[in-house]
């Protein structure tokens, strides 16, 4: 039997800190959530890198070598760098920290969508930070850009490293992008697609719709491709297990919903790894090694990456080897 990958979203560029205590914002508490979802099962570790100060999202790859180091050494699973970073960020910011570290595997949009997190904004009343509730509300005029010209340019700039992507995939019309994509040259199969469902913008977190995108991945890709689901709050769990039976794979992680269960927020990433992997268990699946999913993902591995290996810093907080 194929084994089942687990991937988890660690901290992502979505949520804020006043959402919930558990969500990862520190470069400390980011490397121990890691590193706890790698202990729970987590085959793959999909990261985002956070100010230190403020919390907000960045792309700046010295804020990623203030964690990425200790879990170079403390777990063997695939860490996986965003290009996608936040609905606020250039391409350029977006692909700073892959660029410099050439990593294992990139999380690569397919396509533009509205990508609106502005509802979140009206169920609190007091902020953390100041940044966070115009950031939310101003996603209701975005339009999360990924144009097929900005989709070359990510895939120019990291192919030459060997750098493998997690193709992830709001809509439909996203699959027949990455088609087009694929007889343009710019990746090679067999491709690795994220469905991500659940996101206002995109394609609903429905097992009708799971079931849709499945089909048409099937009609377009034949047997060159893989897949897996991160479904968006209350479905994380339910579309993760639909997804296995249907031979997938699963994403889960507080980047894709707070929760554990209804109205209970999760205290952990490892709480949902732990979740997601008893509930594969009971359903007959066997967990995938980091090793595992290397080879059914055809990855490079760590070593012919760029990652840091020390913790040490200059003067002025900056980690050795990282231009800020």
Known sequence: MTPTIITCAITGGVHTPTMSDALPVTPDQIAASALGAARAGAAILHLHARDPVTAAPSGDPAHYALYLPRLAAGTEAVLNLTTGGSPAMSVPERLRAASHFAPEMCSLNMGSINFALHPLADRFDRWKHDWEEPFLRGTESNVFRNSFAEIRQISETLRPHGTRFEHEVYDVGHLYNLKFCLDQGFFTGPVFVQFVMGVLGGIGADVENLVFLKRTADKLFGDGYRFSVAAAGRQQMRLASVAAQLGGHVRVGLEDSLHIGPGQLARSNAEQVERIAEI?????????????????????????????????????????????
């Open 280 to 324: 594969l268990t009971r359903q007959g699946h066997r967990i995938a090694t980091p090793d595992e999913a290397r080879a059914l993902l055809g990855l490079k591995g760590r070593a012919a990456t760029r990652m840091p290996r020390a913790t040490t810093a200059r003067q002025g907080g900056q980690p050795e080897g990282v231009t800020p």
